[in-house]
């Protein structure tokens, strides 16, 4: 069965830290799709980035960077040098099923707290 | 800019009182999305469209139903709301895997914030 696992449930951090939250998937499909979604408290889920299973580059834009590594089935996300905008929570999430469209197994999500 | 709208962004009604929330796409992609999320949880898919097919999750619950009568709306109807419907609905699209793009990922709307007195 396919799954994501967030275990962090709440991270606090001092703006300008670095953090990294982590993300922990389990799936039999061979071709798979990744993404995070960031939620602010305004409720609306904003798309940060996906990644395809064959495509194992990491990424980084700004700020953000991420780290996908099918050998320990994880794609873990880096925020450098927080801001209290990023203050969120943050969703991993797993895509199954193609071609008529794909459904989200979301992670319980991890909620950044960034303080002055 | 292409978008997903949601309207209204909070609807309250009354315990057993029919609702619609309605979703509309500018992105033109034939897959739509209904999301429940309560609070401090993560999304839980409801049904989605595929055009016109409709794709309903096993465990979503019979008072919960759906229209999209084109490819730019798609309607959520909860025929008698309980307490335990209060939520926020997440509208989301995609184009189908495999048609270029973006391919299957999926852009959400602002949600309606559902309150069941």
């Known amino acids: 069965a396919q799954k994501v696992t967030q275990a962090q449930t709440e991270i606090s951090v001092v703006e300008k830290e670095d953090v990294t939250l982590d993300c922990v998937y389990e799936t039999r499909d061979t071709t798979y799709y990744l993404f995070w979604y960031k939620q602010p408290p305004s409720g609306e889920l904003v798309f940060l980035i996906r990644?395809?299973?064959?495509?194992?580059q990491n990424e980084i834009s700004g700020r953000y960077s991420w780290n996908f590594q099918k050998s320990t089935s994880s794609f873990n996300f880096t925020i450098t040098a927080s801001q209290v905008v990023d203050s969120a929570v943050y969703f991993c999430?797993?895509?199954?099923?193609?071609?008529?469209?794909?459904?989200?197994?979301f992670g319980q999500g991890t909620e950044l707290s960034v303080k002055p | 800019d292409a978008m997903v709208i949601q309207n209204p962004r909070y609807q309250v009604t009354q315990f057993g009182k029919p609702v619609t929330l309605s979703c509309s796409q500018t992105?033109?992609?034939?897959?739509m999305y209904w999301y429940q999320q309560k609070s401090s949880q993560a999304p839980k898919l409801l049904f989605h469209y595929y055009d016109k097919d409709f794709n309903n999750e096993a465990d979503t619950p019979d008072n919960f139903q759906s229209r999209r009568p084109n490819t730019s709306f798609c309607f959520l109807d909860i025929r008698s709301p309980g307490l335990g419907d209060a939520a926020m609905y997440l509208c989301?699209?995609?184009?189908?895997?495999?048609?270029?793009?973006?391919?299957?990922?999926?852009?959400f709307g602002p949600g309606t914030r559902l309150t069941v007195l």
């Open positions: 999430a797993l895509s199954e099923g193609y071609n008529q469209g794909g459904k989200l197994i």
């Open positions: 992105l033109n992609h034939n897959v």
């Open positions: 989301a699209t995609s184009r189908a895997s495999g048609t270029g793009g973006n391919g299957p990922t999926q852009y």
């Open positions: 990644r395809n299973s064959f495509d194992e």
